[in-house]
């Protein structure tokens, strides 16, 4: 969670493709592809939207290593907020 905005990615085997997570913030909720960092399904207001893009950029390598773990079903694991 950062500034008001909670990251999930959901563990189940065989959790459905593409690699995504998800985001929400207040009454919003989004989905988020790992490979591209776009914006797959719902909405963001838009500075939340550039601040979870920038989150996940920085992040990446650990999303799609979490996203293998949540395939096998495994806890992913934590990844640092946005300071």
Known sequence: MFYGI??????????????????YYNEFRATFSIETLDL???ELPRRQLRLVQAWAE????ELKANWQMVTNGEEPCRIQPLL
Do not use: Q, V
């Open 40 to 42: 797959t399904s719902g």
């Open 58 to 61: 920085l992040h990446g390598d």
């Open 6 to 23: 909670i990251i999930r990615m959901y563990y189940a085997p065989g959790e459905h493709n593409p690699p995504h997570f998800h985001a």
